[in-house]
C-alpha cells in the first residue's frame, strides 16, 4: 500500500462509520456513528469534517448534495459514499487489526480479559 | 419554547463559513444544536477547523511562494528607488516583509472563501485587491515600523501588477473550472501532474530570485 493511502485511526473510525450508515451518511449521523464507535473518548464535529474532505481528496470517498429538508433550515445534506479505494483500504486495516488482536490473544489467551501479569525477576 | 438558533444567528455565522461547504455545514449545526446557545459554542470549535479545511484544498504552496516573491520584489524595488535609507536601517528588509504578509494572508483567505458556483471575470483580482488593502491596514498598526508612505504606495501598486499577472498565469486551484463538481485539491493535483505549472513556476521564482539576490548583492558593496 502507498503511503498516502494508508489510514491513520481516526480515517479507519469515519470510514467504518460510513459503511455502516450506507446510504444515510452525512456530517450529523456520520459524527454520531463516529462518537459511539470511539467511545469513551470524545470527537469533535470540525475534525470530522476536516477528515471527511482529506479523505475525499485521497480518493476514497465520493459526495454529493441532496435537496434540501425542514429540520434543517432549508439546507441540504451533503451525503458520502464508500469508493473502492476506500473500502480497500479499510479491509486492509481491519486485517492488520485482526492480525494484532490474534497475536494479543495467543500471547494473553483467548476469551478472557487481558490481566497485567509481568514476571519477576528471581 | 426555543425550537432552533435564530436565523439572523445563522446568517451570521454562515458569512464566516467558506461558502463552498456553507450550505451542508450550516445545515448540520442547525439539525444538531437545539438553541441558540448550543449552536453558538459549537460555531466557535467547528467553523475554524473548516475554514482550516477549506485552506488546506485550495492553496498551493508553490503559487503562494511565487506570489510573495513577486510581492517582496515590488516592495523592495520601491524602496531601492524612493527611501534607500529603509533598507540600510536595522530591521530594513523585514519590515518590507510585512505588508506582504498581509498581502498572502488576504490571498489564502480569498481563495478559501471563493464560491467555486460562481465565476466571473475579475475574480483572480478580488483576492489581489483585498491583499493591497490588508498591507495598507497592517502599516497603519505599525507605527515607526511602517514604510515611508510614498514607498508604501509605488510597491502596492507594483505588488498589485506582478501578483495579479501572476494569478492569471498560473490561476489558483479555486479559480479553475471544476468538472462534475471535482474537489479543488484534485484539480491542483491534476495541474501539477501536467508537467506544465510547475516546472514554469519554478523558473520565474529563479529568474525572480536572481534579480532580488543582485539587488541585495548591489546594496552592500
Same mark, same amino acid.
Given at each position: 500500500?502507498?503511503?498516502?493511502?494508508?489510514?491513520?485511526?481516526?480515517?479507519?473510525?469515519?470510514?467504518?462509520?460510513?459503511?455502516?450508515?450506507?446510504?444515510?451518511?452525512?456530517? @450529523?449521523?456520520?459524527?454520531?456513528? !463516529?462518537?459511539?464507535?470511539?467511545?469513551?473518548?470524545? !470527537?469533535?464535529?470540525?475534525? !470530522?469534517?476536516?477528515?471527511?474532505?482529506?479523505?475525499?481528496?485521497?480518493?476514497?470517498?465520493?459526495?454529493?448534495?441532496?435537496?434540501?429538508?425542514?429540520?434543517?433550515?432549508?439546507?441540504?445534506?451533503?451525503?458520502?459514499?464508500?469508493?473502492?479505494?476506500?473500502?480497500?483500504?479499510?479491509?486492509?486495516?481491519?486485517?492488520?487489526?485482526?492480525?494484532?488482536?490474534?497475536?494479543?490473544?495467543? !500471547?494473553?489467551?483467548?476469551?478472557?480479559?487481558?490481566?497485567?501479569?509481568? @514476571?519477576?525477576?528471581? | 419554547?426555543?425550537?432552533?438558533?435564530?436565523?439572523?444567528?445563522?446568517?451570521?455565522?454562515?458569512?464566516?463559513?467558506?461558502?463552498?461547504?456553507?450550505?451542508?455545514?450550516?445545515?448540520?449545526?442547525?439539525?444538531?444544536?437545539?438553541?441558540?446557545?448550543?449552536?453558538?459554542?459549537?460555531?466557535?470549535?467547528?467553523?475554524?477547523?473548516?475554514?482550516?479545511?477549506?485552506?488546506?484544498?485550495?492553496?498551493?504552496?508553490?503559487?503562494?511562494?511565487?506570489?510573495? #516573491?513577486?510581492? /517582496?520584489?515590488?516592495?523592495?524595488?520601491?524602496?531601492?528607488?524612493?527611501?534607500?535609507?529603509?533598507?540600510?536601517?536595522?530591521?530594513?528588509?523585514?519590515?518590507?516583509?510585512?505588508?506582504?504578509?498581509?498581502?498572502?494572508?488576504?490571498?489564502?483567505?480569498?481563495?478559501? /472563501?471563493?464560491?467555486?458556483?460562481?465565476?466571473?471575470?475579475?475574480?483572480?483580482?478580488?483576492?489581489? #485587491?483585498?491583499?493591497?488593502?490588508?498591507?495598507?491596514?497592517?502599516?497603519?498598526?505599525?507605527?515607526?515600523?511602517?514604510?515611508?508612505?510614498?514607498?508604501?504606495?509605488?510597491?502596492?501598486?507594483?505588488?498589485?501588477?506582478?501578483?495579479?499577472?501572476?494569478?492569471?498565469?498560473?490561476?489558483?486551484?479555486?479559480?479553475?473550472?471544476?468538472?462534475?463538481?471535482?474537489?479543488?485539491?484534485? #484539480?491542483?493535483?491534476?495541474?501539477?501532474?501536467?508537467?506544465?505549472?510547475?516546472?514554469?513556476?519554478? /523558473?520565474?521564482?529563479?529568474?525572480?530570485?536572481?534579480? #532580488?539576490?543582485?539587488?541585495?548583492?548591489?546594496?552592500?558593496?
Amino acid at each position: 500500500m502507498a503511503k498516502s493511502d494508508a489510514l491513520g485511526q481516526f480515517e479507519q473510525l469515519v470510514l467504518t462509520a460510513i459503511l455502516s450508515l450506507r446510504d444515510n451518511a452525512y456530517g @450529523v449521523t456520520i459524527h454520531e456513528k !463516529v462518537s459511539e464507535l470511539a467511545r469513551p473518548k470524545t !470527537v469533535s464535529p470540525g475534525a !470530522v469534517y476536516i477528515t471527511l474532505d482529506r479523505l475525499e481528496d485521497k480518493g476514497m470517498l465520493s459526495s454529493w448534495l441532496t435537496d434540501p429538508t425542514p429540520e434543517r433550515g432549508g439546507r441540504a445534506k451533503r451525503c458520502y459514499r464508500l469508493e473502492a479505494l476506500g473500502e480497500r483500504a479499510l479491509q486492509e486495516s481491519a486485517e492488520t487489526a485482526k492480525r494484532i488482536w490474534e497475536t494479543v490473544a495467543e !500471547v494473553l489467551g483467548s476469551g478472557r480479559r487481558p490481566k497485567w501479569n509481568p @514476571v519477576r525477576p528471581k | 419554547m426555543e425550537s432552533g438558533p435564530s436565523e439572523v444567528i445563522l446568517r451570521a455565522v454562515g458569512r464566516l463559513i467558506p461558502a463552498a461547504c456553507r450550505e451542508e455545514v450550516l445545515g448540520d449545526m442547525r439539525e444538531r444544536c437545539g438553541s441558540t446557545r448550543e449552536f453558538l459554542g459549537e460555531a466557535s470549535h467547528v467553523v475554524p477547523l473548516v475554514i482550516v479545511s477549506r485552506v488546506r484544498r485550495t492553496s498551493d504552496p508553490l503559487l503562494l511562494l511565487m506570489d510573495a #516573491v513577486m510581492a /517582496y520584489t515590488a516592495f523592495f524595488t520601491a524602496t531601492w528607488w524612493l527611501e534607500r535609507s529603509v533598507l540600510y536601517s536595522e530591521w530594513g528588509l523585514i519590515r518590507l516583509a510585512i505588508p506582504v504578509a498581509g498581502m498572502l494572508l488576504a490571498l489564502v483567505l480569498a481563495d478559501a /472563501y471563493s464560491d467555486p458556483k460562481k465565476r466571473w471575470p475579475g475574480r483572480p483580482l478580488l483576492g489581489v #485587491v483585498l491583499g493591497t488593502a490588508l498591507a495598507f491596514a497592517s502599516q497603519l498598526a505599525l507605527g515607526p515600523w511602517a514604510l515611508p508612505r510614498v514607498a508604501m504606495i509605488w510597491g502596492a501598486g507594483m505588488a498589485m501588477l506582478l501578483v495579479s499577472t501572476m494569478r492569471m498565469m498560473f490561476p489558483p486551484a479555486a479559480d479553475q473550472a471544476q468538472v462534475a463538481k471535482i474537489p479543488a485539491f484534485w #484539480v491542483k493535483l491534476d495541474a501539477v501532474s501536467l508537467g506544465l505549472r510547475r516546472p514554469a513556476a519554478i /523558473y520565474v521564482l529563479l529568474v525572480v530570485a536572481a534579480v #532580488v539576490g543582485f539587488a541585495v548583492a548591489r546594496l552592500w558593496r
